[in-house]
């Protein structure tokens, strides 16, 4: 990576907390730098990912062999009568395991390009969101 663009990632080093802010740290990049070679984008994304999972009650986001894995928090708050929903609007995609600790798995198609997957999981992240019972 370009060490002027290293510079203003870890200056800038607040962790992104929603899609505004990587949108504002994105636009930054490209004003400084013009538009950011691949990898700086994929730290975005990540770090996006990973402030949502966080919310979700998301303790760990893997991502394997076009298999995205998404472990729970096993005190979180989610409502587990509306999984079934989530899983239906996926339509086979995502599924939900409580063996050992409760996750998400989803299957990506061979081929997804990393933008598409890093969309795919904020959409699933967000979705998981709305699980969650706030009165727990």
Not at 56 to 61: L, S
Request: net charge negative; glycine share 6%.
């Amino acid at each position: 990576l370009n060490n002027n663009i290293k510079e203003l990632m870890i200056e800038e080093n607040k962790e992104i907390e929603n899609k505004e802010e990587y949108l504002d740290l994105q636009g930054e990049l490209i004003d400084r730098f013009g538009e950011p070679p691949a990898p700086v984008n994929n730290l975005l994304s990540i770090a996006l990912v990973k402030s949502i999972a966080h919310k979700a009650g998301i303790t760990m986001v893997k991502y394997e062999g076009n298999r995205a894995e998404f472990e729970l928090y096993e005190k979180a708050a989610i409502n587990p009568e509306r999984i079934p929903e989530l899983l239906e609007q996926y339509k086979g995609k995502l599924k939900f395991s409580a063996k050992g600790t409760p996750s998400f798995s989803y299957q990506e198609e061979k081929g997804t390009s990393n933008n598409q997957v890093f969309k795919n999981m904020e959409k699933i992240l967000l979705d998981i969101c709305t699980l969650i019972d706030e009165e727990k």
